[in-house]
């Protein structure tokens, strides 16, 4: 009986180690892959290189936008639970006080056992991450990240823009350029042990994409000095904002583009949708008197108008609408008209001409067509679009009403003029030469308006204080009205926009004053003084030889500049 019994046990031995040799042979000869891929997944990970986004520079390699390493704080609440990290509360206690959390609000995030990941904080510094490091709480870690920082802050704020927590653009330039400065990170398999931390690299999944860097044409010594100017004549007039544009009339670069107010890209706490708007290109708004010298080529190159004829100026009434002066006088030629923003004057040959000829010369200038910048939200503004225009409408479009633009766009009509009617495109990048352009005008009219218009600054004019010592400037103030529901309200907007020097010009600017709370409003008075600086910085720090010498008596002499007696109003 004992035999029988020892004879089963060792057939029973004998069947489990068959059995077992069987087992281990079907694991390790038949079918080994799902046991190792099962074992794959618990210890292989793929892990990303973090790429740094391209840095933006302006023209002269000043850095405008880079991105700066931090840290991001991340727990495993399944780990936190398992290994009991929460029993040690001064530990988690001294977390929260760090990050700057309410312990309740910390201890919520982790709640969940059944979570793998979640953020405690994001782009903490070195300093706090050294620190939380040295809690040693089990489920919290620490992984590298980057966060972009803007140098300039406010100053360059509109232009070059901003990104979100996860580094994507979402403002300017970093929105427009998002794909160029963004790179993409490489991909590498690695095995962890339990504990997270890397024993062997497994090679290369994915390669990556290296971020490129991006050079504005911006030249930021100018743009300070721009939004600095602006930013104080707007609260000098209380202005509900202000805008500026400074164009390379050569290469038709972008080198100052400032709104006010602004506010400050590296304060994400600060950021509102209204005040990152860049005005400068978005809003648009009638452009009043400095439309003036554009309806004034389209006169002259429709032969509606010459230099030498005298027109009457005195007010009169078009549909029971009276149209009137600031600066009254009795008559005077086109020269006249534009050195004294005569919208009398203006009326009378705006009269004599077609709307659609006015348009299409204004068209020629740009109006109406986005500037070509690239940037988010940027406007073509609005040309009147009617086939039916009454003796009004005609009228007060060649003063500057009934039509809406930008400052950008007005700034490159200007560049236009300077260039003796040769269009090029804007640029807020930096242009390596510069582009072909386009003849839209008569070169000898384009010439004849900038020297007419060189009177506005010069004693009499609407725009004196403009004036660049040493410079010949010329320009157009404007200030027109703000349209509200109904008609137009009680508000103006103030511009001026010139250029120089006159003798070659280098240089056009645009700055525009909304809505002035102050004792003054004309263009030429709020927006004046701003043009002047900056004007004055730009030429002086681009080595632009003066040009304002005394000429011989009848030297310089074109039938835009001849002196004609205004005879005042009685």
Do not use: C
Not at 99 to 127: C, H, W
Not at 158 to 169: F, K, L, R, Y
Not at 227 to 234: C, N, V
Not at 459 to 475: D, S
């Amino acid at each position: 009986m004992a035999a029988w019994r020892f004879g089963a046990l060792l057939l029973f031995i004998g069947l489990a180690f068959v059995g077992l040799v069987a087992r281990a042979a079907w694991i390790q000869v038949i079918e080994p892959d799902r046991l190792r891929h099962e074992g794959d997944l618990r210890s292989l990970r793929t892990t990303a290189d973090p790429e740094a986004r391209g840095m933006i520079l302006d023209r002269n390699g000043e850095e405008l936008a880079v991105s700066v390493p931090v840290v991001a704080v991340w727990a495993d609440p399944k780990q936190v639970h398992e290994s009991g990290s929460l029993d040690n509360q001064r530990a988690w206690q001294a977390l929260a006080d760090v990050l700057g959390l309410e312990m309740a609000d910390l201890t919520g995030r982790i709640a969940n056992p059944k979570r793998r990941f979640v953020y405690l904080q994001r782009q903490v510094t070195a300093s706090v991450a050294e620190y939380i490091n040295k809690l040693r709480l089990p489920g919290v870690f620490l992984r590298q990240e980057s966060r972009r920082y803007y140098p300039a802050g406010e100053i360059s704020a509109h232009m070059v823009g901003m990104t979100n927590i996860d580094g994507s653009g979402i403002e300017g330039v970093e929105r427009t350029y998002n794909q160029w400065l963004s790179g993409t990170p490489a991909e590498r398999k690695v095995r962890k042990d339990r504990n997270g931390r890397v024993i062997e690299e497994m090679g290369l999944v994915k390669e990556g994409k290296k971020a490129n860097n991006l050079q504005l044409s911006v030249d930021q010594r100018l743009q300070s000095l721009a939004y600095r100017s602006l930013k104080y004549a707007t609260e000098l007039n209380k202005a509900t904002s202000g805008s500026l544009v400074l164009l390379d009339v050569t290469t038709g670069e972008v080198l100052a583009m400032a709104n006010s107010p602004s506010y400050n890209p590296n304060n994400r706490g600060q950021y509102q949708g209204f005040r990152a708007r860049n005005r400068a290109l978005t809003d648009t708004y009638e452009p009043g008197s400095t439309l003036k010298p554009l309806v004034a080529v389209s006169a002259l190159s429709h032969k509606a108008v010459n230099w030498t004829e005298v027109f009457d100026t005195r007010s009169f009434s078009i549909g029971g609408k009276r149209v009137t002066d600031s600066h009254k006088m009795n008559q005077g030629t086109l020269a006249d008209i534009l050195k004294y923003s005569s919208n009398i004057g203006m009326a009378h040959i705006a009269l004599r001409m077609q709307p659609q000829d006015i348009l299409e010369t204004l068209n020629l200038f740009g109006l109406g067509l986005q500037p070509g910048t690239g940037l988010i939200g940027e406007s073509g503004g609005m040309l009147p679009l009617r086939t039916r225009w009454s003796d009004i409408e005609r009228a007060t479009l060649g003063f500057g009403y009934g039509l809406r633009i930008t400052p950008l766009q007005l700034a490159a009509a200007y560049a236009t003029l300077a260039r003796k009617g040769v269009r090029k495109p804007v640029s807020i990048l930096k242009v390596s030469e510069p582009p072909a352009g386009e003849q839209v005008i008569d070169p000898a009219i384009a010439e004849q308006v900038v020297l007419s218009l060189e009177s506005v600054v010069e004693r009499g004019g609407t725009g004196t204080k403009a004036e660049v010592p040493g410079y010949r400037v010329a320009g157009k103030t404007g200030t027109a009205k703000v349209a509200v529901a109904g008609g137009y309200g009680n508000d103006y907007v103030g511009t001026f926009v010139g250029l120089a020097p006159v003798s070659n010009p280098r240089f056009v600017m645009v700055v525009v004053i909304n809505e002035p709370k102050g004792d003054a409003y004309y263009g030429g008075s709020v927006a004046g003084p701003t043009f002047a600086e900056v004007m004055a910085a730009a030429l002086q720090l681009y080595n632009v030889p003066p040009d304002a010498l005394p000429v011989p008596e009848g030297e310089r002499v074109s039938l835009a500049r001849q002196e004609v007696k205004v005879v005042p109003h009685t």
